[in-house]
């Protein structure tokens, strides 16, 4: 499966964003599927997660703020990040879930992400 990651981009402190992650080239919707977040010098972080069965979990970092949602029939998953603050400045994935990654071996292809940057 391919996946592609999109809708991020410059904003100020406390406006919105949503991104989307677009699965190509195989089934989608069968594993727990996760947004990650990376920042240069630092490992990459599982911000949010959702079950197939539409649970989902967030860091404590991002709760409250962060909804993840998966729209199965356009094999998309979503990240709607609202009041952003500078701390959530990163590259954004998408990917398999670290458990369903380890059940399969592996992770799917990366990607090159979409980049956030919020400015105070």
């Known amino acids: 499966v391919q996946l592609q990651a999109s809708g991020g981009g410059l904003v100020q402190a406390g406006e919105s964003l949503r991104l989307s992650c677009t699965a190509s080239g195989g089934l989608f919707g069968i594993n727990a599927m996760g947004w990650y977040r990376q920042t240069p010098g630092k490992e990459r972080e599982l911000v949010a997660a959702i079950s197939p069965a539409g649970t989902s979990t967030y860091a404590d970092s991002v709760k409250g703020r962060f909804t993840i949602s998966i729209d199965k029939a356009k094999n998309t998953v979503y990240l709607q990040m609202n009041n952003l603050e500078p701390e959530d400045t990163a590259v954004y994935y998408c990917?398999?879930?670290?458990?369903?990654?380890?059940?399969?071996?592996?992770?799917?292809?990366w990607g090159q992400g979409t980049q956030v940057t919020v400015s105070s």
């Open positions: 990917n398999d879930h670290p458990d369903s990654a380890k059940a399969q071996g592996h992770f799917g292809p």
